[in-house]
């Protein structure tokens, strides 16, 4: 089975600052998609970002960008220019080429410091 | 709809009562997921929809959870005979078509307690 690690419980930025979330994963597929979801306190989860597996260049959207590292199974998400909207919990998801599933971490809650 | 739209937005019941939750999808998406999420954790599938049927329902804990999609747009989740740990918040998504490569659009979730 698929599992998703997010080894911070809790991070912390200053504003306009970037700042690193990390995530690992364990799969023995070799195709496959990855994700980060921004869900505030709403509860609505949100799609930032997604990487096909079978894509070297890594994903950027704007000022998240991810960095992808394939054969250490890592897929880590940069949020540059930190804005008081990023505050939020933050989760790291997998999801099998060929699944309908979503396995996600569980989750990094980022403050964003005026 | 504009988004996805999850009734009601908290719903507290007493342990052993049946409760449903409602999903009114984006219009025209094919597939619709299911997810648990529990306190300090994050969402777990329970069931996916493809139109009217349950492509794959493998999520579901146990017998006292059934979901239907009858005439393949709003789904309702059914739980029979809640237990305290039943108590998440139940989210939805749609997407236009199932896989990952189609972006599935969330909804706010039911936040269930059981008491």
């Known amino acids: 089975a698929q599992t998703v690690t997010q080894s911070q419980p809790e991070m912390s930025v200053q504003e306009a600052e970037t700042v690193t979330l990390s995530c690992t994963y364990d799969t023995s597929e070799s195709d496959y998609y990855l994700f980060w979801y921004k869900q505030p306190p709403s509860r609505q989860m949100i799609l930032v970002i997604r990487?096909?597996?079978?894509?070297?260049q890594n994903a950027t959207e704007n000022r998240f960008s991810v960095n992808f590292q394939k054969a250490a199974k890592s897929f880590s998400l940069k949020i540059s220019d930190s804005q008081l909207g990023d505050a939020a919990m933050y989760f790291c998801?997998?999801?099998?080429?060929?699944?309908?599933?979503?396995?996600f971490g569980k989750g990094t809650k980022l403050s964003v410091i005026p | 709809g504009a988004g996805v739209s999850q009734t009601p937005s908290n719903k507290v019941t007493e342990k052993g009562k049946y409760v449903e939750l409602r999903c009114d999808p984006i219009s025209g998406h094919t597939a619709l997921y299911w997810y648990r999420q529990s306190l300090g954790q994050g969402p777990e599938f329970l069931i996916y929809f493809q139109g009217t049927g349950a492509a794959d329902d493998s999520g579901l804990p146990n017998d006292r959870f059934f979901a239907v999609r009858p005439e393949g747009s709003v789904s309702t989740l059914k739980i029979q005979r809640t237990e305290r740990g039943d108590s998440a918040v139940y989210l939805c998504?749609?997407?236009?078509?199932?896989?990952?490569?189609?972006?599935?659009?969330f909804g706010q979730g039911t936040r269930l307690t059981v008491v």
């Open positions: 990487q096909e597996a079978y894509k070297q």
């Open positions: 998504a749609s997407s236009l078509y199932g896989g990952p490569n189609t972006e599935a659009f």
């Open positions: 998801a997998y999801s099998g080429a060929g699944s309908y599933q979503l396995t």
